[in-house]
């Protein structure tokens, strides 16, 4: 089929979905059976952590920190992690917009309770990530290219009216009967949102929150942990030359097979750092009994939900009282299992062996 494509002009014409083409090819299927499989063995780990707020709580931080970094704005896990638990009270701007990603997708899991995958969700992510009401673009003038050459790689639909037909066509589809497997939805209907490009700031992210939301809508993925944008981060590239390459060529199986692939990795990648999470923690666990210290295991539990604690969280948890908590963490950090810092005027105790593991890469790269 040839396409009506021009990057100098608005893609009004922007087909709806599906394509022309068959999106399960062979090779696709025999990828998301792969995918599957992954994603399986990362439900089954979540199945077995004693406690799934250890990383409902913090693996969110850097799948932030990753979709965010996809757009330019640059913080450091550490910084971010740092700005979550309060110890640094003044974040700089990138660190405030990866936090504003992990509130979108947090709230995005709350709206999923009462309403499905949909434009009125999207706008809701994208005003979160914002800050500012998310509204449909009515102006002309989106620039998507290159800022240093100024190669302008697409130019989205333009118009209020054309840009809600084009949302009304992609939600619709969504709830049809498609019959695909929902991976290959996923990566179908992230392509057509980024190609509507609907808002005026936050696209990108908003669509990458809404990838998460798809899979756990379609009980493909039990909790909102995969560690997608990791994946992404490290083969920006081929991402955005893969996007383009269905607009401009129909490429179709090419783009599906990456997006797959990126479950299947960051599946992968995310099960073995809940492993190692669990490893650690019962290795804490097992620390805090040998120095005598009850209730060890909700302790622990504490400590890597919270991978930054203060005295006052104990009492806050009903673990113990200020003095005692006091007693505790000094013991910890004596016996070198949580290190102590000063944070103005009050410490600060880091479970070193959790931020080891959550600020590691901890995804694969692409071959």
Not at 88 to 103: G, H, Q, S, V
Not at 259 to 284: G, H, K, P, Y
Not at 287 to 292: A, K
Not at 299 to 328: C, F, N
Request: hydrophobic share 40%.
């Amino acid at each position: 089929m040839t396409r009506m494509f021009d990057s100098e002009a608005p893609f009004n014409q922007l087909p709806p979905l599906p394509p022309s083409q068959v999106l399960e090819t062979p090779k696709v299927l025999k990828a998301v059976i792969e995918a599957r499989v992954a994603l399986a063995a990362l439900n089954t780990a979540c199945r077995l952590i004693p406690n799934p707020d250890i990383i409902t709580s913090t693996i969110p931080l850097r799948e932030a920190q990753a979709s965010t970094e996809i757009e330019n704005i640059v913080t450091t896990n550490d910084e971010l992690f740092r700005a979550e638990y309060n110890v640094n009270p003044a974040p700089d701007p990138a660190t405030k917009e990866a936090l504003r990603y992990r509130d979108a997708l947090r709230h995005g899991v709350k709206l999923l309770g009462n309403r499905p995958v949909s434009e009125k969700v999207a706008i809701e992510i994208a005003s979160t990530l914002t800050g500012n009401p998310a509204t449909v673009r009515s102006t002309p003038g989106t620039y998507i290219g290159d800022p240093v050459t100024g190669t302008r790689r697409y130019t989205p639909p333009e118009g209020r009216d054309v840009i809600e037909r084009h949302l009304t066509e992609w939600e619709r589809f969504i709830y049809s009967d498609h019959g695909l497997d929902p991976l290959v939805l996923m990566a179908a209907t992230h392509y057509q949102f980024e190609a509507i490009h609907p808002f005026y700031d936050g696209n990108g992210r908003t669509g990458r929150i809404l990838n998460i939301l798809l899979l756990l809508q379609e009980d493909v993925l039990d909790l909102p942990v995969l560690y997608l944008s990791g994946y992404i981060v490290q083969n920006k590239s081929s991402y955005y030359r893969l996007l383009r390459a269905v607009t401009a060529d129909n490429a179709w199986e090419d783009w599906i097979l990456f997006m797959v692939d990126a479950v299947a990795s960051s599946a992968r990648a995310t099960a073995d750092l809940i492993d190692e999470l669990t490893r650690a923690q019962a290795e804490t666990r097992d620390h805090i009994r040998e120095l005598g210290i009850q209730p060890a295991a909700e302790l622990s539990e504490l400590l890597y939900m919270q991978p930054y604690v203060r005295i006052a969280d104990l009492p806050a948890k009903g673990l113990a009282t200020r003095q005692t908590a006091s007693i505790w963490l000094s013991s910890l950090a004596q016996a070198g299992i949580l290190e102590e810092q000063k944070a103005g005027r009050t410490k600060i105790f880091l479970n070193t062996a959790a931020l080891e593991i959550l600020t590691g890469a901890g995804t694969t790269t692409r071959p």
